[in-house]
């Protein structure tokens, strides 16, 4: 079956660093792939996607690449912020499955000073 | 525009009791999901509804049950809860091309003691 495999956590970095959070994927097809969000005490928000090989999804500053060929999709930002601190999960959804979402375990990422 | 509503948000039960977690949604999506949430596992599939009528299981789908009243919600229940139901429950809707992203609930914190 589909899955997704993220880097352990937790990650921690110094304000202005850059950050890499990677995952890679298991799945027949041609899946969607997602990066979500989770801030303390809140639900999931949708950070960026790619649908295709080659495509770069990009949000707030973080974007990842659809690496077909390396089946991953590296989270990256050049300049992380103490508010980027928060859970951020690898997802994708494969075709003729509904539309589940199948994710990664989560990184916790924390941001200091 | 409130997107994906539920409630309670947080409960604790005891062994043996039962509840229905609430979810509304308001974007008119064809597809809802309930989904468990629990330290270094991700997020794991409990059940879906593709459209208005219809159901089917997830990854864990032991111990709940669902229904989809109408396009807009959608409930889980526990009939008999148990100390390994403890976690955090999140709903969440899309459109049917699924390539767009979920829209999740804030989450319902349940504690069975």
Redesign the interface.
């Known amino acids: 079956g589909d899955s997704v495999t993220q880097m352990e956590g937790p990650v921690t970095l110094s304000e202005e660093a850059f950050l890499t959070i990677n995952c890679t994927y298991t799945a027949t097809g041609y899946p969607?792939l997602?990066w979500?969000v989770q801030y303390p005490g809140?639900?999931?928000?949708?950070l960026l996607?790619a649908?295709k090989a080659d495509d770069k999804g990009s949000n707030k500053g973080f974007e990842a690449t659809y690496r077909k060929e390396t089946t991953s999709f590296h989270l990256e930002k050049g300049s992380v912020q103490v508010s980027d601190s928060a859970v951020y999960?690898c997802a994708l959804?494969n075709t003729g499955t509904?539309?589940?979402?199948t994710?990664?375990?989560?990184t916790r990422l924390q941001v200091t000073l | 525009n409130a997107g994906v509503t539920q409630t309670p948000k947080f409960q604790v039960l005891k062994t043996g009791q039962s509840m229905t977690l609430q979810c509304a949604q308001d974007m008119n999506h064809n597809s809802m999901y309930w989904y468990r949430q629990d330290p270094g596992m991700g997020l794991r599939l409990i059940y879906y509804s593709a459209s208005e009528g219809t159901t089917d299981k997830g990854e864990v789908p032991n111990g709940y049950n669902v229904s989809r009243l109408n396009k807009r919600e959608f409930s889980l229940r526990l009939e008999s809860a148990a100390p390994s139901q403890t976690s955090v429950y999140f709903c969440a809707s899309n459109d049917r091309q699924g390539s767009r992203g979920y829209t999740f609930g804030s989450g319902t914190r349940l504690t069975v003691v």
């Open positions: 969607s997602f979500y809140e639900g999931l928000q949708l996607k649908t999960f959804v509904a539309s589940k979402l994710f990664g375990t989560g």
